[in-house]
Nanobody, 122 residues
Framework: QVQLVESGGGVVQAGGSLRLSCAVS????????MGWFRQAPGLEREFVAW????????YYADSVKGRFTISRDNAKNTVYLQMNSLKPEDTALYYC???????????????WGQGTQVTVSS
């Protein structure tokens, strides 16, 4: 069994930055392609970014491209999401997830964290 735990969420003003972390336990994080998703109240869960097992091939949703950066440190079993130039529309509960294949659909991911709240004020 794999456990994922997000941290680093909080409240930030528009234009500010925040870095989220996802700790992986139970199995080596290097086994998985890792993704970040977010869900705002009343909306569907949406894809944010993914990163390959070795830290290459980052891929981003158009809504965050150029502002967010996904990275990982397999030695620490941790995945990160650096968020810059935050906008009020980025406000959501952010989840990390693990999969064996590249995918943007939430249903393709096998393991999920509990989520961490990000609130961007205007």
């Amino acid at each position: 069994q794999v456990q994922l735990v997000e941290s680093g969420g909080g409240v930030v003003q528009a234009g500010g930055s925040l870095r989220l972390s996802c700790a992986v336990s139970g199995r080596p994080s290097s086994r998985y392609i890792m993704g970040w998703f977010r869900q705002a109240p009343g909306l569907e869960r949406e894809f944010v970014a993914w990163i390959s097992r070795n830290g290459g091939s980052p891929y981003y949703a158009d809504s965050v491209k150029g502002r967010f950066t996904i990275s990982r440190d397999n030695a620490k079993n941790t995945v990160y999401l650096q968020m810059n130039s935050l906008k009020p529309e980025d406000t959501a509960l952010y989840y990390c997830a693990a999969t064996q294949n590249f995918a943007v659909g939430p249903s393709s991911y096998d393991y999920w964290g509990q989520g961490t709240q990000v609130t961007v004020s205007s």
